[in-house]
C-alpha cells in the first residue's frame, strides 16, 4: 500500500486485527489494495481521517463480478494470441487514424471507418494468422475503399470515445487479479495526512512461556522468572517496520457480514389500478432456558493442593547429590537481562499487551516479542486429580499472579535449579490469581479410588393417599494411597463440587473450596498405605400408596421412630379395615361365581323341563325340575342379600379408611 505504510497493529485471540495506517501524500485519491477475503470486514470497519486540513470525499470499489461478467458490457474483447486482429474486429464501423507504412521508411496517415479484414479465398483456412496475405479494409471519406497490408500498420488512434473506453476498461479489468480487491479514496486537491483504520482477518496470536526456577535450601519453594513470549505472524505483503504492536487477551463479538457481494431483492408487481396493502410484520423472540446442571458423583472427583514436602519428582529427590553444571543466574539477574515486556493494562472486557519496543517483521515471517518478565515466588505441590490422571499425582509448582498482567493461556517449559522438570499449559489467569503448573508425573504414589452410591432412608411424610420415604441418596469416594518413597507426602485431593442439592457429610472440612471443587491435604507417612475418604448426599422423595403398606413395615417405621404410637395405631386400624375390605371383596368373588354357576344351571333345567310332557310319567319328572328351579332361585335371592350386604359394609370400612387418611399428619415426620 504504497504511500500509507503500517503504524499500529492491535491483534486479537479469535482470528481478526485492529490495523492503523498513516502517511502524508499529495494528489486527489490513493488506492487501498486488499485480498478478497478480507473486503466484508474493510467494507464494514474501513475509516479514513485526513489530519492534513483536507477532505475525504468519498470511497470507490469495484462492483463484485467475475472477469467475464465485468467483460460482458464491453464492446471490446482481445484474445491472447490474436489482440491485433481481434481489436480491428471490435471496431468495426468506428472511425480511427491509422498510421501506415507502405513503402520502407514512408509514413502516411488514413482517416476512415473501419471495415474489416479481408483474408484471401484460397488457403484460408491454413493463412488466417498469416499477416502479409491479410488486408485491412478502411471506408475513406466518400465512396472510396482502401486496403492496406496488416503488416504495414504501425499504429492506429481510437476516434470514437465509447470504444476508446471500452479498450481503457478492458485492459484495466484483464490487469486485476481475482484475489485483490482496490478501493480507491477521492480527495479534494493539494496536501493530505492521512489516517486510516480497518478491521481485517488475522492469524492469532499466541503465547508461550518460560519459568527459569531456583528452589530454596529445603526444596519445597523458591523464587522463579516467568518469562511470556507473544508469538504473532506477518500475513501482510509488506514488510513491518517499527510498528506498535499490541496484543488482547479476550473476546470481542466479531462477525463476518456480506456487504461486497451485490444483491437485488425481489419485489412484488403492484398493478397501478389496485393497492395491495402489507401484511403484518412480527419479531419471533428467542428464549434460552437454561438449567443448572446435577452431576451425580461417579467413578471419582478431580483433585488438586497446597505444599508437599518432597524433592524433585522427575531427576532424584532434595536429598540426592545434583549432577555439576554451568552456573545458572538467579531469576532476579535473569529478569534484568531481558528487553522490557509489554505493558499491561485493563481495557474493559480485554487485557492489553502493548509491546514496549516498536516491531520490525519481514514479510512472510513471524516473531516473538517479550510481554511478560517477572519474578515470582512458588512453592511445590503434589496434586491428585483422577479426572486428568488416574492413580498418579503429578509434581506442580504453584505461584499468584502478582505480575500485574492477565496471563493468556499458553504453553509453558520449566527449568528449576539448571535442570529440565518438564512441561505444562499456564491457563487464562487474572491478577492475584493462583497458578498451578504441574508438570512431572509421580510414580512413586500409587492411588487407587473406589465410589459407591447407597439411599438410605430418614424419614416419612404424608401426602394424601401415598406415604412418602424422605431418603438421603449417598456418595462415597475412598482414595487409597500407597506411597512407595522414602519421603513423607503432603497430598493434595481435589474433587468437583455438585450442584447446590448436594452437601458434605461425614467428611473432614475442605482446605481449600471454591465455586468448583473442594481440596483436602493429606499426609502421607514414608513407605506406608493409607486412605482418604470423603461423603457427599442429596435430599430426595420416594412415595408409596398406602394400601400397599404391609404391618411389618409399620412394625419397622415405629422401630426407627419414623412413626409415632399414635400414627402407628390409625395405619394399623387402616390396615385392618383393608384386610375386612379384602376378605369381603374375596366373598363378593365367590357370590359372582356361584351365581353364574347357578344361570347355567337354570337354563338346562329350563331345556329339560322343555322337553317333557305335562302327563304321565313326564308329569312326576317336571315336579322334580320345577322343585330344583325354586332352589336355585332361592340360593339366587340370598346371594343378592349377602352380596348388598357386603358392600354395605365395605363402604363403611372405605369411609373409615378415607377418614383415617383424612387424619394422618400432612407433614414430615420426625427423622
Known amino acids: 500500500m504504497p504511500g500509507l505504510p503500517m503504524r499500529e497493529m492491535v491483534l486479537y485471540k479469535h482470528g481478526v486485527g485492529f490495523f492503523v495506517r498513516a502517511g502524508k501524500m499529495s494528489g486527489e485519491g490513493a488506492d487501498l489494495t486488499f485480498r478478497e477475503d478480507e473486503i466484508n470486514d474493510i467494507l464494514k470497519s474501513l475509516a479514513i481521517f485526513d489530519q492534513g486540513g483536507g477532505q475525504v470525499l468519498g470511497i470507490d470499489y469495484q462492483t463484485p463480478m467475475d472477469k467475464e461478467h465485468r467483460l460482458a458490457s464491453s464492446s471490446i474483447r482481445l484474445s491472447e494470441l490474436g489482440s491485433q486482429s481481434d481489436l480491428l474486429r471490435d471496431l468495426r464501423g468506428r472511425e480511427v487514424t491509422l498510421t501506415v507504412e507502405i513503402a520502407p521508411g514512408t509514413v502516411d496517415a488514413v482517416t476512415g471507418r473501419v471495415i474489416g479484414i479481408d483474408v484471401p479465398k484460397q488457403g484460408a483456412q491454413q493463412q488466417l494468422d498469416t499477416a502479409d496475405l491479410r488486408r485491412l479494409a478502411v471506408a475513406i471519406e466518400g465512396d472510396e475503399v482502401c486496403f492496406y497490408p496488416l503488416e504495414a500498420l504501425r499504429s492506429l488512434r481510437i476516434h470514437d470515445q465509447q470504444s476508446a473506453q471500452d479498450l481503457t476498461y478492458f485492459l484495466d479489468t484483464s490487469m486485476r487479479e481475482d484475489t485483490r480487491r482496490t478501493i480507491h479514496v477521492r480527495l479534494s486537491e493539494g496536501e493530505h495526512d492521512l489516517v486510516v483504520y480497518y478491521v481485517a482477518p488475522s492469524p492469532t496470536w499466541r503465547v508461550s512461556y518460560r519459568v527459569v526456577a531456583e528452589s530454596d535450601e529445603g526444596g519445597d519453594s523458591g523464587k522463579a522468572l516467568l518469562q511470556g513470549w507473544g508469538l504473532f505472524d506477518n500475513r501482510l505483503e509488506e514488510d513491518l517496520e517499527d510498528v506498535d504492536v499490541t496484543l488482547v487477551a479476550g473476546q470481542p463479538i466479531s462477525f463476518i457480514y456480506d456487504l461486497y457481494a451485490s444483491h437485488i431483492p425481489q419485489r412484488p408487481t403492484v398493478k397501478d389500478e389496485s393497492r395491495i396493502a402489507p401484511g403484518p410484520i412480527e419479531f419471533a423472540g428467542a428464549v434460552e432456558e437454561l438449567y443448572e446442571e446435577s452431576r451425580v458423583l461417579g467413578a471419582a472427583a478431580p483433585m488438586a493442593m497446597r505444599k508437599m514436602a518432597v524433592g524433585d519428582a522427575t531427576a532424584g529427590r532434595s536429598g540426592l547429590a545434583k549432577r555439576a553444571r554451568m552456573d545458572i543466574p538467579k531469576p532476579a539477574a535473569l529478569a534484568d537481562s531481558t528487553a522490557p515486556a509489554a505493558e499491561g493494562q485493563e481495557a474493559g472486557e480485554f487485557f492489553q499487551y502493548h509491546v514496549a519496543a516498536p516491531v520490525s517483521v519481514r514479510r512472510g515471517e ?26 498418579h499425582p503429578v509434581a506442580a ?100 463440587r455438585q450442584g447446590s442439592e448436594y452437601e458434605l457429610f461425614d467428611t473432614p472440612a475442605p ?5 468448583t471443587e473442594r481440596r483436602w491435604r493429606v499426609d502421607v507417612p514414608a513407605r506406608v498405605r493409607t486412605s482418604f475418604v470423603w461423603q457427599i448426599r442429596r435430599r430426595a422423595q420416594r412415595r408409596e400408596q398406602l394400601r400397599g403398606l404391609q404391618y411389618e413395615q409399620l412394625q419397622r417405621f415405629l422401630k426407627h421412630r419414623w412413626l409415632d404410637q399414635a400414627t402407628f395405631d390409625l395405619l394399623g386400624e387402616m390396615l385392618g379395615q383393608l384386610r375386612i375390605i379384602e376378605d369381603m371383596q374375596r366373598e363378593l368373588t365367590e357370590i359372582t361365581t356361584e351365581r353364574e354357576e347357578i344361570y347355567k344351571q337354570q337354563e338346562q333345567l329350563r331345556q329339560n323341563l322343555a322337553a317333557l310332557q305335562p302327563t304321565g310319567k313326564e308329569a312326576a319328572l317336571r315336579g322334580r325340575i320345577l322343585d330344583k328351579l325354586e332352589e336355585s332361585q332361592n340360593r339366587l335371592d340370598a346371594n343378592e342379600t349377602r352380596e348388598a350386604e357386603l358392600k354395605r359394609q365395605m363402604a363403611k370400612a372405605e369411609a373409615q379408611i378415607q377418614q383415617i387418611i383424612a387424619s394422618l399428619p400432612q407433614e414430615e415426620s420426625q427423622a
Open 366 to 391: 513471524s516473531a516473538l516479542v517479550p510481554i511478560i518478565n517477572a519474578e515470582v515466588g512458588y512453592t511445590r505441590e503434589l496434586l491428585y486429580n483422577p479426572g486428568k490422571l488416574p492413580n
Open 397 to 496: 509448582l504453584r505461584f499468584r499472579n502478582h505480575t500485574g498482567l492477565t496471563l493468556e493461556r499458553g504453553p509453558v517449559t520449566l527449568v528449576e535449579d539448571g535442570d529440565y522438570k518438564g512441561e505444562a499449559v499456564i491457563p487464562f489467569t487474572k491478577e492475584d490469581i493462583e497458578v498451578f503448573l504441574p508438570y512431572a508425573v509421580e510414580l512413586g504414589v500409587k492411588i487407587t479410588d473406589d465410589t459407591k452410591s447407597t439411599t438410605t432412608t430418614t424419614g416419612l411424610s404424608f401426602k394424601g393417599k401415598f406415604l412418602v420415604y424422605e431418603v438421603y441418596e449417598i456418595w462415597q469416594t475412598e482414595h487409597r494411597i500407597e506411597n512407595t518413597t522414602g519421603d513423607e507426602l503432603l497430598l493434595t485431593i481435589e474433587a468437583p
Open 511 to 515: 482446605d481449600v473450596e471454591t465455586n
